[in-house]
């Protein structure tokens, strides 16, 4: 059992910053990667940012150089950093965990999600 738990979203103003969490636990021999993605309304999940557990990272065009991805901490947990939020940066955040079992096996385990609203 492994479970993947956000917290931080929360109604912030235009231009302003957040920072949003993502903890795991359960049953891991090791995190591979953490993942934050996004769903608004009518739209599709997408990535937001990604870190493996070497520090290798991707962003999304759309948030570079506003969003930062924090390394995968030895509690396995990772943090990202908004700053300069946007309207159009209101969604659902989810965090997804790709861990690998003591079996050699990768999975996949998503959050229940956080919403971050940001008002003009």
């Known amino acids: 059992q492994v479970n993947v738990v956000e917290s931080g979203g929360t109604l912030v103003q235009a231009e302003g910053s957040l920072s949003l969490s993502c903890a795991v636990s359960?049953?891991?021999?090791?995190?591979?990667?953490m993942g934050w993605y996004r769903q608004a309304p009518g739209n599709q999940r997408d990535l937001v940012a990604r870190i493996t557990d070497i520090g290798t990272t991707n962003y999304a065009n759309s948030v570079q150089g506003r969003f930062t991805i924090s390394k995968i901490n030895a509690d396995n947990t990772v943090t990202l950093q908004m700053k300069s939020l946007k309207p159009e940066d209101t969604a659902v955040y989810y965090c997804k965990a790709s861990i690998l079992d003591r079996l050699g096996r990768f999975n996949d385990y998503w959050g229940q999600g956080t919403q971050v609203t940001v008002s003009s």
């Open positions: 359960g049953r891991i021999f090791r995190v591979n990667a």
